[in-house]
């Protein structure tokens, strides 16, 4: 009894590993090509597992596809940090480090982050949950950047909605270069992106560099 109940557990674990594994080849091919061109041959192929077994776990592109949103959408969530302490421009500072520092940390884990960051366009977009993180960020970041405004650290002339794209962009550069290049220095890029942001929105830096 004893016996097939460790049999079956050690299934069931099995299963849970190969799906964990598809999911992750989808996230690295939805990053590098957008969700149109993504099969569940390639998902297959790319998992080192049959081409057949995506078909046979998850049924259907298009389930597949849910299920993909889904892990994405966690692995986000797991990159973005706790900031209810700070707020302004040391809020925004933390984000940003806290994605570039996954992208070294956990590759599908910054990959997913260029998911949901990447394509302003909601009809290309993963799925609507995608789309809505992806607004829900930009929104997060461009209400700690008009905190900084009213407190003074962060330049008056500094529009947050704008800033939060730019911002956006820049760690989407990042990753592309990455992607594009597996020998880019992302940790370098990363630590240099940084110090633009800071740059770009202090007001301490304006008015020191003022002559």
């Known amino acids: 009894m004893m016996r097939a109940s460790q049999t079956r557990r050690t299934q069931e674990e099995r299963r849970e590993e190969s799906e964990q594994r598809m999911l992750a080849a989808g996230v690295h091919l939805v990053a590098q090509h957008g969700p149109e061109k993504l099969t569940l041959t390639e998902v297959g ?5 049959s081409r057949g077994l995506p078909a046979h776990h998850f049924g259907s592109r298009e389930s597949y596809l849910k299920a993909l949103a889904s892990y994405v959408a966690i692995e986000f969530d797991k ?9 302004g ?26 998911i949901v960051l990447a394509d302003p366009r909601r009809d290309r977009a993963l799925s609507k949950d ?3 993180l992806r607004d829900n960020t930009l929104a997060l970041l461009s209400r700690h950047i008009a905190d900084g405004i009213r407190r003074g650290e962060i330049r008056a002339t500094v529009m947050p909605d704008f800033a939060s794209l730019f911002i956006a962009a820049g760690i989407c550069g990042l990753i592309d270069s990455l992607l594009a290049d597996a020998r880019f220095n992302s940790a370098a890029g990363g630590k240099q992106l940084l110090e633009l942001i800071e740059n770009a929105l202090s007001a301490k830096t304006n008015s020191s560099s003022s002559p």
């Open 45 to 49: 192929k790319n998992a080192g597992y």
């Open 79 to 87: 990159t973005l940090p706790e900031v209810n302490q700070i707020s």
């Open 89 to 114: 421009l040391e809020a925004v500072l933390e984000i940003t480090r806290a994605v570039l520092d996954q992208l070294e940390a956990d590759r599908t884990r910054g990959l997913a982050t260029q």
């Open 130 to 132: 995608i789309a809505e």
